[in-house]
């Protein structure tokens, strides 16, 4: 079994910052990649960011330049820095991860969500 667990959603103001965190815990071979999706209200799930092993990052046109994501290898950890949110960030944000929990055996997994409200 492996869990992701995100914290650090919350209410922030326009231009405001907010840093989301992800823990994967369980029987973890080894961490192919890990990212960040969100959802908003009506909307299909949406990559925000991912970064695999070897470092390589991807993000979202809408996200580039304010977020950052980054990660914990030692912890199974990973991070995402969110800087200069617009309301259009409103969503629930999930925390994504490509496991192996042996030589052969590897899965996708989810976080339960973390909701992120940007509003005055």
């Known amino acids: 079994q492996v869990q992701l667990v995100e914290s650090g959603g919350g209410l922030v103001q326009p231009g405001g910052s907010l840093t989301l965190s992800c823990a994967a815990s369980?029987?973890?071979?080894?961490?192919?990649?890990m990212g960040w999706y969100r959802q908003a209200p009506g909307k299909q799930r949406e990559l925000v960011a991912t970064?695999?092993?070897?470092?390589?990052?991807d993000y979202a046109d809408s996200v580039k330049g304010r977020f950052t994501i980054s990660r914990d290898n030692a912890k199974n950890m990973v991070y995402l820095q969110m800087n200069n949110l617009k309301p259009e960030d409103t969503a629930v944000y999930y925390c994504?991860?490509?496991?192996?929990?042996?030589?052969?055996?590897?899965?996708?997994?989810w976080g339960q969500g973390t909701q992120v409200t940007v509003s005055s």
């Open positions: 994504n991860a490509y496991i192996y929990t042996d030589y052969t055996n590897w899965n996708e997994y």
């Open positions: 369980g029987s973890i071979f080894r961490i192919v990649a």
């Open positions: 970064k695999n092993s070897g470092g390589a990052t």
